[in-house]
C-alpha cells in the first residue's frame, strides 16, 4: 500500500476524531478545521516512508505542532496590535516604530539559524510565555530534554544578536 493510499484510508476513518482533538484544544471550528487540513497537506506532501504503525503517532505530532504554531501565531499578532495601540496613542516616533520593527526582524533572523527542533521550544517558551512542564506535555517530550534545547536555543540566539546589541 503506498502512502497515498493509507492516508486517504486514515483520513476516511480519523479525520473527526483529530477535529475533535484540535477543536477541544483551539476552541474555534473554522481554525481548527484548518490545522486539520494542514496536518493532512503536509502527510501528503512528505517524502518520508510512512507505515500503518506510525501514521497515527505522526498525525498526532503533526496535530500538535499545529496547535503550538496556530498559538505562537495569534499570540505574537496580538502582542503587536498591542504594542500599536499602546505606542500610537503615546506620540510615539515613526523611528521608534521601524527601529522596533528592525530589532524584531534581527531576532527573528537569528531565531533562524537555530535548529528547528529547538526554534519551536524556544518560541513556545518565549512568544507564548508557556511554562517547561507544559511544553513537554505538548511536544511529549521528556522535561530534561525541552531544558536541554531551550538552553541550546538561548546559546545560539544570544551568540546570533551579539552583533546587534
Known sequence: MNNYQLIEDYYCAHKDDLLAFVSAR?????????VVQNVFLRL??????IGQATLPGLAITLCRNQIADWYRR?????????????????GASAES????????????????RVPADCRDL???????????????????????TVEYRLGLARKQVRKNLQHVV
Open 74 to 90: 495569534h499570540s505574537v499578532r496580538q502582542d503587536a496590535e498591542h504594542e500599536l495601540a499602546h505606542t500610537s496613542g503615546s
Open 26 to 34: 483551539i476552541h474555534n471550528p473554522e481554525e481548527a478545521k484548518d
Open 122 to 144: 524556544y518560541r513556545m517558551h518565549i512568544y507564548d510565555g508557556m511554562p517547561v512542564r507544559n511544553i513537554c506535555q505538548l511536544s511529549g517530550q521528556p522535561y530534561k
Open 44 to 49: 501528503l506532501s512528505t517524502d518520508c516512508l
Open 97 to 112: 516604530l521601524l527601529s522596533m520593527r528592525e530589532i524584531t526582524e534581527q531576532i527573528e533572523h537569528s531565531l533562524a
